[in-house]
């Protein structure tokens, strides 16, 4: 007599249904969930190769954004390795902002949007035109070249028939670069920094290593600056739309009538950036009455820091006042080159419209002033910062006067910014100064890491048996011998 069959067609069609109803509810519980967590939940990257927070910096920008900025990344998909950090870090900006859209357009298999892109972007028909990420708001563009988006090292790949190499991605400057394009393309005007030239200062296009300050401009670019050169010489002022005044490291004494113009700029509200050196150290150039006005003496010695040095003449500041330029610093440190003090004036009565100075630097406690080395060791501020508002009723053209002084103006120059956080603080001071706030947390380079296995041509065609032909041959004999046993 024949065995009854286990289930009834109806039993099996009961079972299917039942499968395919709970299949479409997970489905539809999934779905919901990330729809919700979308806008509603905290994210969480729980994985070191998906991982793309946002900084607090461009957390806070991007709050304060509400122009509409369309992002089209035109780029070549499926060839350049840096394409999915860029794709994935702009969602992060989507996500913090749903002002951000983001559009890619892949140039080599999409040549027909790629076309249609070209005729509105005339840039674009370059033949070097390739791997770029557009930022556009309101007709304002602003294109970022795929390259500049990393730093590499040139390594040497393994080869067993000749020597190769190649660019090594190390750093991605994606948040960094994108951050200050939507600055750039949002912001109703450009913003210019002014570099007071001709008495012996750093120049701001010289990329000459010990006292070129090329890399310091380019730090205000990214900031969406204007860098422009500024010379006081005859009837010359300052102009209306400078935006900050850059005097970095002026050797040589600058005329009286020019010293005027500087300081009619700060009763009028304006922003001083002004940075000495051990160069200028035996004579004035000036500037030192008009800063004593606004409670900063200028010292005529150099610092000394026995313990807090590397060559003797340097300075390494890791004390710190409080002060939002040097808030984001406090775990880090400023490298400093024959720093001289800047110290507060202490006057006995207090004004009541007395600008209020700020210490924010210091040497360690056992430092000494160069002569004097016979004297007791102490602390001695290195930078300080000057903050005036115009008085109660009384608008002033430029608004309310700020100021920063360093004792040290080589620590900012091409070669010694990349030390420590010397490049940190430069664009905090400059975010200070313009009472940029939402833009005084940090953001730098975030580290690329590479997995890679390492293997000879020999090892690859093992590895490719291996995988192509042993693990599925086991597979399909392990399937036979268990149909085989079945079947005895």
Not at 65 to 93: M, P, R
Not at 415 to 430: L, P
Not at 441 to 465: C, N
Not at 472 to 488: D, N
Request: aromatic share 8%; net charge positive; charged share 20%.
């Amino acid at each position: 007599m024949a065995n009854p069959p286990s289930f009834s067609p109806r039993r099996k069609w009961a079972i299917i249904l039942q499968v395919g109803l709970v299949l479409i509810l997970v489905l539809a519980v999934v779905t919901m969930l990330n729809y919700l967590s979308r806008d509603y939940f905290i994210r969480f990257h729980l994985s070191t190769s998906t991982k793309n927070p946002l900084s607090s910096r461009t957390v806070n920008l991007l709050k304060t954004i509400t122009n509409e900025v369309k992002v089209i990344i035109y780029y070549d998909k499926q060839g350049e390795d840096l394409y999915s950090s860029i794709a994935d870090l702009l969602h992060e900006y989507t996500l913090a902002n749903p002002k951000i859209s983001v559009q890619t357009i892949d140039y080599i298999r999409d040549a027909g949007a790629a076309l249609q892109l070209k005729e509105k972007y005339p840039f674009l028909a370059s033949a070097a035109a390739k791997n770029l990420v557009i930022f556009d708001s309101n007709g304002h563009v602003k294109p970022i070249e795929g390259n500049a988006l990393a730093q590499y090292v040139l390594e040497q790949v393994p080869n067993e028939k000749e020597r190769e190499f190649r660019k090594k991605p190390t750093a991605f400057l994606g948040e960094t670069m994108f951050s200050a394009a939507i600055l750039d393309v949002t912001s109703p005007r450009r913003l210019k920094a002014c570099f007071l030239q001709g008495h012996g200062e750093h120049d701001p296009a010289s990329g000459e290593e010990n006292s070129g300050f090329q890399k310091f401009a380019s730090i205000l670019q990214q900031n969406f600056f204007q860098i422009e050169g500024l010379s006081l010489v005859g009837t010359n002022t300052v102009p209306l739309d400078c935006s900050l005044l850059v005097i970095a490291g002026p050797t040589a004494a600058i005329p009286q009538p020019e010293l005027d113009r500087v300081s009619q700029y700060l009763t009028e509200g304006g922003r001083l950036l002004v940075l000495f050196n051990f160069l200028s150290a035996s004579k004035s150039v000036g500037l030192e009455p008009i800063l004593q006005d606004w409670g900063v003496r200028v010292g005529n010695l150099v610092v000394k820091d026995p313990e807090n040095t590397l060559t003797g003449s340097d300075v390494i500041v890791s004390r710190f006042g409080k002060h939002p330029v040097v808030s984001p610093l406090l775990q880090l440190r400023l490298h400093l080159i024959m720093p001289r003090a800047i110290q507060k004036v202490e006057s006995g009565a207090k004004v009541a419209d007395a600008p209020t100075v700020t210490e924010i630097a210091f040497s360690g406690p056992k430092s000494f002033l160069t002569g004097t080395a016979g004297t007791n060791p102490a602390s001695y501020p290195l930078i300080a910062t000057v903050e005036k508002a115009p008085p109660r009723g009384v608008i002033t053209e430029r608004g309310a006067t700020r100021i920063l002084v360093a004792g040290d103006s080589l620590f900012l120059a091409n070669r010694q910014i990349d030390s420590a956080a010397n490049r940190d603080f430069a664009g905090h001071a400059a975010n200070w100064l313009l009472n940029r706030t939402e833009l005084l947390s940090g953001v730098g380079p975030k580290p690329i890491t590479e997995y890679k296995l390492i293997m000879t041509d020999r090892q690859l065609r093992a590895s490719q048996w291996v995988l192509l032909g042993a693990m599925p041959g086991s597979i399909l004999l392990l399937g036979a011998l268990v149909w085989f046993r079945r079947r005895k």
